[in-house]
């Protein structure tokens, strides 16, 4: 499984050395704000899903492109090896990304481009964590199942309902709960980090697993040709 | 165990295509040419084989072990070529070698670099930059590194050219001196076996024509040339195929003496070569 790790990076090496350019993008971004020290959170993230999920794409479309999952799959290796390390990757691809978010803040304050911007903070991780799994969550299913091209349409569509759903039904529960959800919300919100971190952490584990079943079920029982 | 790939009763079917009830046997130290016109099922036997589709019916045995179950340890021992190029084309040779290396076992690097100084293929040369056949022959390096026990090839020569159709071939006839290395090969360029081939293994249509010995078909088939006069519809119902013109018929038996009983010295009996058997199998009854 670690060889095919390995194998998604090397395939990627040049699409590695384009993502360097956005770094200097990121660095204009934050010498130009002037609420730097405020976009910390929002940085890290960004950082993380962008590259993450460019990388996620890129490893799918190289074997897609060459039809490789053929030549894979008539390798000695499992079929559940490809997709958990395809799912590992997520891991290896968050701390890329994440790299890339701390070297851009780094240079940002040692050489005084913008306002100080902080290092992250556990919260920053979990977010930027929580990210980049929904993307990849939503994103390996629908590749094994459909292959990369209609996934890049179905993603998009996922990935903005998984963020319309819950808003939607938010305002729904609202609308007709008088008040119970709204308070349900205030006092989740108002109970210690560590609980919140722990669920969100939780709901995301889900999110993860339930996936990755998903996408095994999918790709045991596929026809490669 | 001299059964190195055992094949019964396999069955798959798509929309528009099946599959069905296909058997044979290759032992060890042979050469298995497996024909059929484009289409007939090739490539899906072989993607079945080697797991990539999964079947609806029947069992694979390689050497020995359910193809399956036993999915790696048949893998490790499985040197594989296809029609087409399915590696990293952005890659070089050496970084293509890197990714897959690590996968087998017995990967012997000494192998890998012998075959590439004998087929001049540089390690550094991106594979896009490759021409079909060297990217055959890649293909063919990386197969014969792991010392693998059998060779699965599907459509190896197909677009390339006659030098590189007959160099290719000459390594499979030198690969086949070890006794212990077999090679199931599927062609629809039936002259690649008529020389080379051990066994053959004819698919038509999704169903099997006939595994046999070559030298047994080749000495059962014959094509039967005569006048169009000798011929009636019961004798023509002899025949697998027939050819007929104005000027008189060629047609192909699958029992030579019953056609020489049939004919007597009126017919002119000769040869028949894969590609006669193939084409008037394929083609049945036809008028020019």
Redesign the interface.
Same mark, same amino acid.
């Given at each position: 499984m670690f060889?095919l790790l %390995? $194998?998604d990076l %090397?395939?990627q090496k $040049?699409t590695l050395w384009y993502l360097l350019f956005y770094i200097p993008v990121l660095l204009l971004v934050l010498s130009s704000t002037t609420m730097a020290a405020d976009i910390a959170p929002a940085l890290y993230a960004t950082c993380t899903c962008f590259i993450g999920y460019f990388l996620i794409v890129g490893a799918c479309s190289?074997d897609e492109?060459?039809? @490789?999952?053929?030549?894979l799959? @008539?390798?000695? %290796?499992?079929r559940k090896d490809i997709v958990l390390s395809k799912y590992l990757s997520i891991f290896v691809y968050a701390v890329i990304g994440l790299a890339a978010g701390i070297f851009i803040v780094l240079i940002n304050n040692i050489f005084g481009l913008g306002e100080i911007v902080r290092y992250p903070a556990s919260k920053d991780l979990l977010g930027a964590l929580c990210g980049i799994v929904i993307i990849g969550a939503t994103y390996y299913p629908l590749y094994f199942k459909f292959g990369g091209i209609k996934t890049r349409l179905l993603n998009v569509i996922v990935i903005m309902a998984i963020f319309l759903i819950p808003a939607g039904l938010v305002w729904l529960v609202e609308r007709y709960s008088q008040g119970t959800a709204y308070n349900l919300l205030t006092r989740i919100l108002s109970s210690p980090d560590w609980l919140q971190a722990l669920v969100i952490g939780v709901v995301f584990l889900m999110i993860f697993v339930v996936s990755l079943a998903g996408s095994l079920r999918i790709y045991e029982? $596929?026809? %490669? @040709? | 165990m001299n059964e190195i790939l055992d094949v019964r009763n396999l069955a798959k079917n798509y929309p528009g295509f099946s599959l069905n009830n296909i058997s044979f046997t290759l032992e060890k130290g042979y050469i298995m040419g497996f024909i059929g016109p484009n289409g007939a099922g090739k490539t899906t036997t072989i993607?079945l084989i080697?797991?990539?589709?999964?079947r609806d019916s029947g069992e694979i045995k390689v050497f020995g072990l359910d193809n399956i179950k036993d999915?790696?340890?048949v893998?490790?021992r499985?040197g #594989?070529v296809?029609d087409?190029?399915? #590696?990293?084309?952005?890659?070089s040779v050496l970084?293509m070698k890197?990714?897959?290396a690590? #996968?087998?076992s017995r990967w012997d690097d000494s192998v890998f670099k012998d075959y590439l100084d004998r087929f001049e293929l540089s390690p550094r040369k991106k594979i896009k930059d490759l021409s079909r056949g060297m990217k055959m022959k890649f293909s063919l390096v990386i197969s014969l590194s792991h010392h693998a026990d059998l060779l699965i090839l599907d459509e190896p020569t197909s677009g390339l050219d006659p030098i590189f159709r007959s160099e290719l071939l000459d390594i499979l006839a030198e690969i086949i001196q070890d006794e212990n290395k077999s090679i199931f090969l599927s062609t629809h360029l039936t002259t690649d076996l008529d020389k080379m081939a051990d066994y053959i293994t004819f698919v038509n249509r999704g169903e099997l024509v006939f595994s046999e010995a070559k030298d047994t078909i080749m000495e059962r088939y014959a094509l039967v040339k005569g006048e169009n006069e000798l011929l009636d519809e019961e004798l023509k119902r002899e025949f697998v195929g027939i050819n007929q013109s104005k000027y008189g018929f060629t047609g192909l038996t699958r029992d030579v003496h019953r056609a020489r009983q049939l004919f007597g010295s009126s017919v002119l009996i000769e040869k028949a070569t894969l590609e006669d058997i193939m084409l008037y199998t394929v083609r049945g009854n036809s008028h020019v």
């Open positions: 060889n %390995i $194998k %090397i395939i $040049k190289y492109q060459n039809r @490789s999952e053929v030549f799959n @008539s390798l000695p %290796i499992r029982n $596929k026809d %490669i @040709s | 993607r080697m797991n990539l589709l999964r999915e790696l340890e893998k490790e499985i #594989f296809y087409e190029n399915h #590696f990293y084309n952005e890659l970084e890197k990714i897959i690590p #996968f087998y």
